[in-house]
C-alpha cells in the first residue's frame, strides 16, 4: 500500500502541502490568493521553480481553468483559493466538474480552527456547502493531517469515475509545524474505484451484440477518461458497429471515422436520434443517459435491448433500464467483449443513416456551412475555424448556441479535444477553460468559441491571458442577444424576447485595452481572411464575428419530446 | 397514488466527520423524508452503522437511492430491507404525574400488559420505559393519554438486524478481499 517513503522532516504544514502538490507531479496550477491562504502563497514563493501559479482574476476562473488543463492533459487540475467568498465563488466550477466528472483537487483556506463555527471573517461552512458537489470533501485542522489528506484527494479525485475533491485548511494548521512524510496513496477500504469484470456480463453482453441485425453504439466521455479510445475502435470494428457520441464523448474516435454517425441529443445529428429508436441493441458506453441526450424517457429506445458499460454503479438502472450491464473500466471490459465478438459487417443498417445525413445537409448543414448571402452564420465559422487548423485544434465551447454550433460543426483528428461544460452548462466557462486547456497541451492549438453573453460571465480573465501572455484563439461569436434563450422564446414563448437582448460593449476596445491583438469581422469576405491572421499571429486573438441575429441551431428535440420527433426546422420535415 | 413502503436504510461507513450529512443530503434530494435515524458503532471495530427509516414510493425510488450512498467515498456499503427481512426494535420513554399513576388501581395490570419497566419514580413524576415495535409503544402511549395523561415522550429511531447470521459487511469485505485477489467480481447486490 504504502509506495514511495520520503525522508521525515519538520516543516510548516503550508510547505507541507507544496512538497505534497509536488510529491503528486503537480507544475501548474490556478489561484487566488486571500488572508486564510497566504501561508500556503508564502510558502510557493520558494518553490517558484518546481510548481507554476497562475494568477487568475476570479475563483470561478480558477476551477475552469483547472478543469480545461485536466480534460486535456490526462491529470488532476489544481485550484488554490481563500476562505469565505474564495471558497463560495468556487462553488459554480467544482459543480461542473462534478456533473462533468472532471479530476480536481481544489485547496480552500479556512479560518484558524480556534475560530471555526464562531461567524469569523471570512468565514464559510465549506464543507457543507462542497459535500453534495464534490466526490469527497475533508476538513484539516491539524499540519500532520495535510500529507495524508492530500495523498488520499489525489487518489479519489483521479482513480475510478473522477471527480473534485475539496481540502480545506484552518490557517494554523497551515502554520504550524509538523513531521512530514509523504505516502501515495493506492487504496481505501470504504471506496472501490473500479469494479472487478464479471465475465457472466461479458459473455451475456458479446451474445447479445452477436445476435444483433441492428447494434447502435453511444460512445460517452467514460472512453476518453479511461483512456480506451484504441479499445473502443478495436470493439466498433470488429463488428463493424455505427456509433454516435454524447457532448463530452466527441473526440473519441477521429471525426472522419466511416462508423461515426454524428451527435446524439437536441442538438444532435438527426440519424444518431432516429436510429435510437429503431436499433435492436443500443449499446451505451461510458455515458450516463442526460435528459439531453435521451428527451423522454418514456419513448427512448423502447424496441432494444439496452447493454451499459459504465465504471460506476450508480449509473445502471438510473435513467434507461438495461438489459445486460457490464460494471468496470471500459478499458478492461471492451477487450474482454471485444475478443468474443463475431467479426460482423451491418452495411444495410449503417446505410439506412445516410438517407437522414443526406436529409440534414440538404434542410441545414448545407445553409449553415455554405450560404453566400446574409448575415455570416454561427456554423459556417466554426466550419471555417476548424478547416483552418486541419481539425486538430482543442475546441473550446462556451454555454448556448456557440455550444451548439461548436459541438456540430467542429472536427476531430484526436482524442481529448472538446472542452465543454456538459452537464451543469455553466456560461463563463469558456474563457478559464481555455486558458487552463493552452496550459495543459501547450503545443496545441486551443480555439475558444463563446458569445457575447458567455464572455461577459469571465471577461476579467483576458487580464490572466495578458499577464502570463497566453496564445490562446477567442471567436466571439457576437449576435447581441442571449442566443439560446432567445430561440427558445422564438420557439415556445411566441417572440416574446423577454430579456435576452444585450447592449453590449466594444469587444475590440476591450481587448485592446488588455493588450490582446483583435479584429471585428462584419462580412462574409472578410472572414477568411481573418481567420488566417488569427492563426498566424503568435500570441492571444480576439476575433469577433458579427453573425446573425436570429441564428438558430437545428436540428431539435423538443425538451421532454421524443427523439424520433426530431424537428429540422424551416419548414422542412422528415 | 399507490401505497409507500416502509424501508430500512443500512449505512455501514468510515467513522468520519460529515458522513451524516452526506447521508442525509442525498435522501434529502429525492424528496424522501427520514422517519427514524439512529448511528451506532458496527460489530466490525472503526465502522459505523446508520439505521434509517423512510417510506418510498417504489423500491425503484429505494435501490436508486442506496445506489448513491453506497457511491460517497466513506461508505463501506449500503443496504435497504422491508421489515420481513429484519429483526428490528425501538425504545420509548414515558413520563407521567406520580400521584395519577398511584391513583389508578391497575398499575401492575398495566406493567405487565405493556411489559413496560419503571426506570424513575420521584414525588412528582415516574418514567416508564418500554421496547418494541412502532405500533407497541404507540399502544402504551394512547393508553396513557387516554387515561392518566403523559407530561413527556420520547422514542428512539429504529435499530436493526439482518436475519443472516453474521454482519453482511463482514461476508462483504471478506468475499472482496477473495475477489481482489483471484480479480474476479463478486455480486455486491447480495
Known amino acids: ?574 | 397514488m399507490q401505497e409507500k413502503t416502509f424501508y430500512t436504510v443500512t449505512v455501514f461507513s468510515e467513522n468520519t466527520v460529515g458522513v451524516l450529512n452526506q447521508i442525509t443530503t442525498i435522501f434529502t434530494r429525492r424528496q424522501l423524508n427520514i422517519e427514524s435515524l439512529s448511528v451506532s458503532p458496527s460489530a466490525i471495530s472503526g465502522i459505523h452503522k446508520f439505521t434509517i427509516t423512510a417510506f418510498a414510493d417504489t423500491e425503484d425510488a429505494m435501490r436508486k437511492l442506496v445506489k448513491q450512498i453506497d457511491k460517497r467515498v466513506d461508505v463501506l456499503k449500503a443496504y435497504y430491507n422491508t421489515d420481513e427481512d429484519l429483526v428490528y426494535q425501538e425504545i420509548a420513554l414515558y413520563k407521567i404525574e406520580t400521584a395519577k399513576l398511584v391513583a389508578t388501581s391497575n398499575v401492575e395490570e398495566l406493567l405487565r400488559k405493556h411489559n413496560a419497566r419503571i426506570l424513575d419514580v420521584s414525588d412528582h413524576s415516574t418514567v416508564l420505559q418500554k421496547t418494541g415495535h412502532y405500533e407497541e409503544t404507540q399502544a402504551l402511549f394512547d393508553e396513557l393519554s387516554e387515561s392518566i395523561g403523559v407530561l413527556q415522550f420520547i422514542r428512539s429511531g429504529r435499530v436493526a438486524i439482518t436475519k443472516s447470521r453474521v454482519e453482511r459487511l463482514s461476508d462483504l469485505l471478506a468475499r472482496r478481499e477473495l475477489a481482489d485477489l483471484q480479480d474476479i467480481l463478486i455480486d455486491e447486490t447480495k
Request: net charge negative; proline share 4%.
Open chain 1, 1 to 574: 500500500m504504502k509506495e514511495v517513503k520520503t525522508k521525515t522532516a519538520v516543516i510548516t504544514g503550508s510547505e507541507a502541502l507544496i512538497r505534497s502538490l509536488i510529491s503528486e507531479g503537480v507544475d501548474t496550477l490556478f489561484g487566488y490568493p486571500g488572508g486564510a491562504i497566504m501561508p500556503v502563497f508564502d510558502s510557493m514563493y520558494d518553490y517558484k521553480d518546481k510548481m507554476k501559479h497562475i494568477l487568475v482574476r476570479h475563483e470561478q476562473g480558477a476551477i475552469h481553468a483547472a478543469q480545461g488543463y485536466a480534460r486535456v492533459s490526462k491529470k488532476v487540475g489544481v485550484a488554490l483559493v481563500t476562505s469565505g467568498p474564495g471558497a463560495t465563488n468556487a462553488i459554480t466550477g467544482i459543480t461542473d466538474a462534478m456533473m462533468d466528472s472532471t479530476p480536481l483537487v481544489v485547496i480552500s483556506g479556512q479560518v484558524n480552527s480556534t475560530l471555526l463555527g464562531t461567524d469569523a471573517f471570512q468565514e464559510a461552512d465549506v464543507i457543507g456547502v462542497s459535500q453534495p458537489v464534490t466526490k469527497w470533501a475533508y476538513q484539516i485542522r491539524r499540519p500532520e493531517d495535510i500529507a495524508w489528506a492530500v495523498s488520499r484527494a489525489f487518489y479519489i479525485a483521479s482513480s475510478g469515475r473522477p471527480g473534485p475533491v475539496i481540502l480545506d485548511i484552518a490557517k494554523d494548521a497551515q502554520m504550524l509545524s509538523c513531521e512530514y512524510q509523504y505516502d501515495k496513496t493506492t487504496s481505501l477500504r470504504s471506496y472501490r474505484p473500479a469494479p472487478t469484470p464479471r465475465l457472466e456480463q461479458i459473455e451475456a453482453a458479446a451474445e447479445l451484440i452477436n445476435q444483433a441485425k441492428k447494434p447502435f453504439a453511444l460512445v460517452g466521455q467514460g472512453v476518453i477518461l479511461g483512456n480506451a479510445e484504441k479499445e473502443l475502435i478495436a470493439f466498433l470494428e470488429k463488428a463493424q458497429i455505427p456509433f454516435g457520441w454524447t457532448i463530452l464523448g466527441l473526440s473519441a474516435v477521429p471525426s472522419d471515422h466511416p462508423l461515426n454517425r454524428g451527435m446524439l441529443g437536441m442538438h444532435g445529428n438527426v440519424g444518431p436520434n432516429i436510429k435510437t429508436n429503431e436499433c435492436d441493441v443500443l449499446i451505451a458506453i461510458g455515458m450516463r443517459f442526460d435528459d439531453r441526450v435521451t428527451g423522454d424517457l418514456n419513448t427512448y429506445a423502447k424496441q432494444a435491448k439496452v447493454i451499459h458499460f459504465d465504471i460506476d454503479r450508480a449509473e445502471i438502472d438510473k435513467n434507461v433500464k438495461t438489459t445486460v450491464s457490464v460494471l468496470g473500466d471500459v478499458k478492461r471490459t471492451l477487450p474482454l467483449v471485444t475478443e468474443r465478438l463475431n467479426e460482423n459487417s451491418h452495411t444495410d443498417w449503417v446505410d439506412e443513416f445516410k438517407e437522414y445525413e443526406k436529409k440534414e445537409y440538404d434542410c441545414i448543414i448545407k445553409n449553415e456551412l455554405y450560404s453566400e448571402t446574409g448575415p455570416i452564420k454561427m456554423g459556417e465559422v466554426v466550419n471555417k475555424v476548424s478547416e483552418a487548423t486541419e481539425n486538430k485544434a482543442i475546441c473550446v465551447t462556451d454555454v448556448g448556441q456557440n455550444q451548439m454550433m461548436g459541438t456540430r460543426y467542429f472536427k476531430f483528428t484526436e482524442s481529448r479535444s472538446i472542452v465543454t461544460s456538459g452537464g451543469l452548462g455553466t456560461m463563463g466557462f469558456a474563457l478559464p477553460a481555455g486558458i487552463g486547456a493552452k496550459y495543459g497541451a501547450p503545443e496545441r492549438t486551443v480555439c475558444i468559441f463563446v458569445g457575447d453573453g458567455g464572455l461577459q460571465m469571465t471577461i476579467q480573465e483576458l487580464g490572466t491571458i495578458m499577464e502570463y501572455d497566453i496564445p490562446v484563439k477567442i471567436i466571439l461569436l457576437n449576435n447581441n442577444y442571449l442566443g439560446m434563450v432567445r430561440q427558445w422564446q422564438e420557439l415556445f414563448y411566441k417572440e416574446r424576447y423577454s430579456e435576452t437582448f444585450m447592449q453590449n460593449p466594444d469587444f475590440i476596445k476591450i481587448a485592446d485595452a488588455y493588450g490582446i491583438e483583435a479584429r471585428k469581422v462584419v462580412n462574409r469576405e472578410d472572414l477568411d481572411n481573418a481567420i488566417a491572421e488569427m492563426f498566424e499571429y503568435e500570441g492571444a486573438y480576439l476575433l469577433e464575428v458579427e453573425v446573425e441575429t436570429k441564428g438558430m441551431v437545428y436540428p431539435m428535440v423538443p425538451a421532454g419530446g421524443s427523439v424520433s420527433n426530431i424537428i429540422l426546422g424551416n419548414g422542412y420535415s422528415l
